[in-house]
């Protein structure tokens, strides 16, 4: 039998609908998966199992909410009225923030049970973290995004809300087997989530299937879910092999060989998009403004908690302080001129199809043993990112160490509906199943 | 003798740095003055005395900083550590964030005092406030900024910072006989500054002059700052008489054929500039997108301190709960359309010149005689504000009341040092000094 921990939020909600399962039923089962598992693979930065139940308990299967009694972790840089917040710092130990950030009202407010936080590096930025990857602890499970993408694939929560300001959902969900999303800069409202970036920061969203991401996003959104909608027409997909795909790993390459394969036997039109070479100084134009702003959202910080600030995340702040406001009004400016031209690139396709991250999740623990010594490269995203552009990744490959590398589908601004249906089609032709070491 | 208080930012800055005049010894003059005008004024939601006069005695003339020894004021909806933070609202009495906001922290490192938190309209957003206009305090100050823009035409403080989400620089500015800023969105950090509508935000400057702004503005920017810039050539100016512009009082639209006069009678180039069909939507779709955003911030106050909300804000949180995500993204498309048609419709000009508010500062209290019954209406600047433009107005005309009617100069995304030496060159052609009653 199925234990409700396994379902996805989507038939876990059918089964809530139905009263074959209530959400009291679902959430214990969950707590003990967490209970399990949660000291081999450290997800949560604080678990609220009391408000958890008592929001359980007064869900009834007619009440409204699209995600009604469906289970959720946040991330521990968005802020919650009845939990701590801590944003992955020690400056922020204990700190109780006034107010539920707007998505975290807006999931409460379709049903769904807010379980708890989840690990984030330092301010969703940098530094190292303890998550271990679900499919083999020896492995990290990236960032920044690290507890939602890990509190997802080890089963347990369904769905959780993460954040991305460079490649802190897409690339964790590449490293765990799951379907992530960071929608369209600007359309979930990002209040109450500590900004790093406003250039680039975005909500961002994990699920084991399109469907369940589907159903976060519109329920963030406030949009009517249709559970397994398809694209109107056989997708085009324009894949494409941008000059710093060659820094990463061979699974990297293999994983976009694939996937051009797989669509295209599948009977989709798929063309080779050579992107424009004002695009290769993308990444670098986006860690510059990524820095910058950076430097400026935690000024406070810098100066009145310098050591207590992660090293890596000091350096950053520190490379932004340095770099002159004219160098980065220019990069704001050639980033306008990348958004103005992505039309022209993405022209006759429905997607962008590349790389997810730069191979599998690395592997291997700092001196001490409690944090894994990296958390993977965000180069693959910085170029979409910056774009401010709807992204969609899927699993798609296995690397040489058995574990999962997905590919990313790149959309117009606000085609963010659209390309999840598309993402939905090329899911059913990739399909690949990560096995799980701790199942 | 001129005291302390009545010089620019400017001018006590030379002085500080000529040992003429110590930072102390302006501060105690502000203060002197706070003590007297401020119960007839209403500007200030809190003072530091003691730490700004801290502050102050540890300046010496050699420091660094672009603000040295400079007293400003803050409006109460950006988050100060050191200083309660209320956003105008009974329901955040006594709040006190944990960290300055990123324009505090910029301000405090180019060695400005931060005296004060200045009075806002609840979340910078609607609802009604006592502060009264310095040059006739039988009208108010306008909003959301009221205490900003008070305080400095009161000449408490020489320049102060607000906020704009829709008119709440440009318009206060302009009742009070000020020159006030709304920066290019995004180039200043909003950092700490509470969203209401993340599509608008932004930082607003106020002062008594071009120089005063466009020193707080580079200090801000942390560019370096060069008094008295004035434009490499005469500019071109393009006067537009917006539909909206026929709902505005007479006052206004004087404001606006007198600066076509007098900027044209000066030398300048001045053109007649069509606003494209299209257009006449834009101050609609500011509103919806304001109230819809709005409405996602606001959501915590909303379910949990419903009760407590100002009725209008309530009410515009109503209204964007109630509309339609599809017609939001239907809007937002729009605005991005605006965004892309605008370089045409600036083309050939320097900057657009239109009126800056609907006439001069509406007067009349409430039944209580605590508050003001209005603080004016936003039309005139919602299109320039959801356009994300950089805007620069300055005084220009005095109405039947004998209060001033400003006119704004909109300038191309970007361009905001440019259009600050622009507004130099027309604020020393329009030239209008409002006397003050109070003074």
Known sequence: MTEPYELTACDALDRIRAKDLSAEELLQSCLARIEVLEPKIGAWAHIDSKGALAAARKVGAAMPGAMLGIPIGVKDVIETADMPTEYGSPIFKGHQPATDAACVMS?????????????????????????????????TSGGSSSGSAAAVAAKMIPVAIGTQSASSTIRPSSYNGLVGMRPSLGLISVSGFKPYTASCDTIGLMGRSVDDVELLWTSLMRLPFQRGRRPKQTPVFGVTRPSW????????????????????????????????????????????????????????????????????VRGLIERGRALPTETYLDYMAKAAEGRALFPSVIA???????????????????????????????????????????????????????????????????SDLQLLSVARWAASVLAERPAMATS
């Open 107 to 139: 999931a409460k407010e379709e049903g769904a049970i807010i379980l708890g936080k989840t690990i984030t590096q330092p301010f969703a930025c940098s530094g190292l973290v303890r998550t271990a990857n679900p499919l083999n602890t020896d492995h």
């Open 245 to 312: 795909l060659a820094k990463a790993e061979q699974s990297a390459r293999d994983a976009v060989d694939k996937a051009e394969r797989l669509l295209s036997s599948a009977g989709a039109e798929v063309r080779d998009i050579s992107l424009p070479d004002s695009f290769n100084e993308l990444p670098e134009i986006h860690e510059q403004i990524h820095d910058y702003e950076g430097a400026r959202s935690y000024a406070y910080e810098y100066v009145h908690h310098r050591d207590e600030l992660d090293p890596r």
């Open 348 to 414: 006759g396709c429905d997607c962008l199809v590349t790389a997810a991250a730069p191979g599998e999740a690395p592997k291997g623990w700092n001196a001490l043993g409690d944090k894994f010594q990296t958390m993977g490269d965000p180069m693959q995203s910085r170029t979409w990112s910056i774009l401010q552009l709807p992204i969609v990744t899927i699993p798609c490959h296995t690397g040489p160490a058995g574990l999962p590398v997905g590919i990313q589908l790149i959309g117009r601004y606000g």
